[in-house]
């Protein structure tokens, strides 16, 4: 089948049905995923099922679940995320198939941009459909905790271009910072995320960064399924909002993030402060540019929302 409007062909031999999920879909959907060795997502798939914003489907065969896929609309940019197939099943289109509709959702909302985190199974799938690498994402992971002994030359340097910069101090989210939160978000992304955002940040799970004056400069929230969007324009900012978030995870577990390659000074700074790198993922955008800011990214609501 040809979908003239996106241009692209669809493979012949689609093993599958697909429809849209719907929120019973979620457990089933999850445990394929298990199985294939992609971990939990049965929170977020959960929440996506009943989101305005999400449209997520699944791939049935014969009554089973077998694949899923996620669009999310993000105002004029559509995210295409979850796209799954179950590995007896691979390399027969469903995975390609799967993407289309997802990507025919977004185009249907009326997106201009379409963006996705593709790992390196997906890539090949994504670049066929016409979407171009834009940038790689590092994976960091640290201890919970302080800053390690190591460290504090780099923290107090940190400290330092913070009180040049203005002296933000960190506190918990206020009601009144909605607002300033939605702005910042729509600046660093160039997407309307306000959606999300309206309903995951209150005062337990988000923390911001202000200056003296009062002015809002960065922020981090936590979703229900454990992912931290994290935006802050200037780097002791995100710097300070991320060892907070050390500092509040429990004791003896893994702290988690990515954050774009090209935030070289980013990257750096954090590898001092005891982050290591993981494997990367990397973006891929489709259509309009979109006007946004790696450098102010600092974590993700997760890799299917960007
Ligand atoms: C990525 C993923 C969804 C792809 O699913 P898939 O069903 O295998 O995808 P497709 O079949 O459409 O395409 C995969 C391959 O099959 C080939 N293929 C597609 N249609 C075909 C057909 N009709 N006949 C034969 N081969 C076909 C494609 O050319 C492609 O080959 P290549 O990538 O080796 O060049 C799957 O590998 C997966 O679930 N991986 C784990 C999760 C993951 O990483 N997801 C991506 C997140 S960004």
Not at 196 to 217: C, F, K, Q
Request: aromatic share 6%.
């Amino acid at each position: 089948m040809a979908c003239r409007r996106l241009g692209y062909d669809r493979p012949m031999d689609d093993p599958a049905t697909i429809r849209p999920m719907r929120p019973e879909d979620a457990d089933p959907a999850a445990e394929v995923m298990i199985g294939g060795g992609w971990g939990d997502r049965r929170k977020f798939l959960a929440f996506a099922a009943r989101h305005a914003a999400c449209r997520p489907f699944v791939a049935e065969v014969d009554g089973r679940i077998v694949g899923t896929g996620v669009a999310t609309v993000n105002g004029s940019v559509g995210w295409v995320g979850m796209i799954f197939v179950d590995e007896a099943l691979r390399g027969r289109g469903l995975g390609t198939t799967l993407t289309t509709t997802v990507m025919d959702a977004l185009e249907a909302a009326g997106c201009r941009s379409m963006a996705l985190l593709a790992s390196p199974l997906g890539r090949p799938v994504y670049d066929r459909l016409g979407f171009s690498a834009e940038m790689d994402y590092r994976m960091l992971v640290a201890p919970a905790g302080g800053r390690p002994e190591e460290a504090i030359g780099v923290a107090g340097a940190i400290d330092r271009a913070a009180d040049e910069d203005g002296a933000s101090r960190l506190r918990a989210y206020a009601p009144a910072d909605l607002q300033a939160i939605l702005e910042l978000d729509r600046a660093a992304t160039g997407e309307d995320r306000s959606h999300l955002l309206r309903e995951v940040v209150g005062p337990d799970e988000t923390v911001v960064a202000v200056r003296v004056s009062g002015e809002l400069v960065g922020f981090d929230a936590r979703v229900p399924w454990g992912t931290h969007p994290t935006v802050a324009p200037a780097l002791p900012d995100g710097i300070r909002l991320l060892d907070a978030r050390r500092r509040r995870s429990a004791a003896g577990s893994d702290v988690r993030t990515a954050i774009p390659e090209v935030n070289r000074a980013g990257l750096a700074v954090l590898e001092n402060l005891g982050w290591r790198g993981e494997r990367g993922l990397t973006r891929m955008v489709r259509g309009a540019a979109i006007d946004w800011h790696p450098d102010a990214i600092w974590g993700q609501v997760n890799y299917a929302i960007g």
